[in-house]
């Protein structure tokens, strides 16, 4: 190897890097988009609405439909 050809292939390696950046930073712009997008659906869309009634409600569940369970087997 000789020592002008080192400081090309590491110009090259540089610009290969700077390329990639170009696709990177849109991708990532619209992946936040994304993100933000459906974060805005579901928040309009009522899914953050009353969190601690769903944690109630596999409590409460269990032992309504218990009673209907055994009417059903008999």
């Known amino acids: 190897m000789h020592l002008d050809s ?4 590491i110009e090259e390696a540089g610009i290969a890097i700077m390329e990639i950046l170009y696709v990177l930073i849109p991708v990532s712009v619209l992946l936040v ?9 579901s928040v309009h869309s009522g899914q ?18 218990k009673s209907k369970v055994e009417v059903h087997q008999k």
Do not use: N, S, T
């Open 6 to 9: 080192a400081p090309a292939a």
């Open 33 to 41: 988009l994304a993100i933000l997008a459906v974060l805005g659906w």
């Open 48 to 65: 953050f609405e009353d969190i601690e009634q769903e944690g109630l409600r596999i409590l409460q569940d269990e032992q309504k439909d």
